[in-house]
Nanobody, 121 residues
Framework: QVQLVESGGGLVQPGGSLRLSCAAS????????MGWYRQAAGKQRELVAH???????NYVDSVKGRFTISRDNAKNMVFLQMNSLTPEETAVYYC???????????????WGQGTQVTVSS
């Protein structure tokens, strides 16, 4: 069993910064993709950024130039540096780990419990 545990959320003023961390614990294996999603109240969960084990990165357009995702594969961790935050980015941020489990390409998703990020003055 694998657990993903997020940390680093909190209250920040508009224009401020936060750094989220996610650590995998339990059974040891490597994720093919690790990333961050967010879900604001009353909205669907959306991808923020993800990073493959080969270091290919994808960001949602709204965070490009402000957010930076990084991974520590040795420690099975993923990070999200968020700068110039806006109130509209208030949401629960979830860590995701995705792993290919068959030769046909079937995958399994693992999710953290989420960490609240509130951007408010």
């Amino acid at each position: 069993q694998v657990q993903l545990v997020e940390s680093g959320g909190g209250l920040v003023q508009p224009g401020g910064s936060l750094r989220l961390s996610c650590a995998a614990s339990g059974r040891r294996f490597s994720f093919d993709v690790m990333g961050w999603y967010r879900q604001a109240a009353g909205k669907q969960r959306e991808l923020v950024a993800h990073m493959t084990s080969g270091s290919t990165i994808n960001y949602v357009d709204s965070v490009k130039g402000r957010f930076t995702i990084s991974r520590d594969n040795a420690k099975n961790m993923v990070f999200l540096q968020m700068n110039s935050l806006t109130p509209e980015e208030t949401a629960v941020y979830y860590c995701n780990g995705n792993r290919i489990v068959t030769v046909e390409g079937a995958t399994v998703d693992y999710w953290g419990q989420g960490t609240q990020v509130t951007v408010s003055s």
